[in-house]
């Protein structure tokens, strides 16, 4: 058999960055999210999303349906709302 050559990886004009300053928080891939406007749904965190020619912005994100990733959206980053931090409880014996 032939080994297959590989293509180079070509540039493009959007750049992904996979953690997001909001607030005082960091938002990483793969945390949950609500977006505003969006009743009842819930939203996996995937990356944020720059066009380096407009620098216009976006968020990318995995909608969830009862706990299974069930789509592809994005939204503006201007409409994240972010789930609070469960804390664990502690035993004390």
Do not use: H
């Not at 997001?20 to 609500?34: D, P, S, Y």
């Not at 939203?43 to 216009?56: A, I, Q, R, Y």
């Not at 968020?59 to 409409?79: Q, Y």
Request: proline share 2%; hydrophobic share 35%; glycine share 8%.
């Amino acid at each position: 058999m032939n080994k297959r050559k590989l293509a180079p990886v070509q540039e493009t004009k959007f750049e992904k960055v996979r953690e997001m300053q909001i607030g005082n928080r960091v938002l990483v891939a793969g945390e949950v999210i609500k977006i505003t406007g969006e009743y009842g749904s819930r939203f996996k965190f995937d990356s944020l999303v720059t066009n380096k020619e407009t620098g216009v912005q976006w968020v990318d994100c995995f909608e969830l349906s009862k706990g299974v990733v069930s789509g592809w959206r994005s939204f503006r980053s201007d409409r994240i709302k972010l789930m609070p931090i469960k804390r664990g409880k502690k035993n004390v014996n």
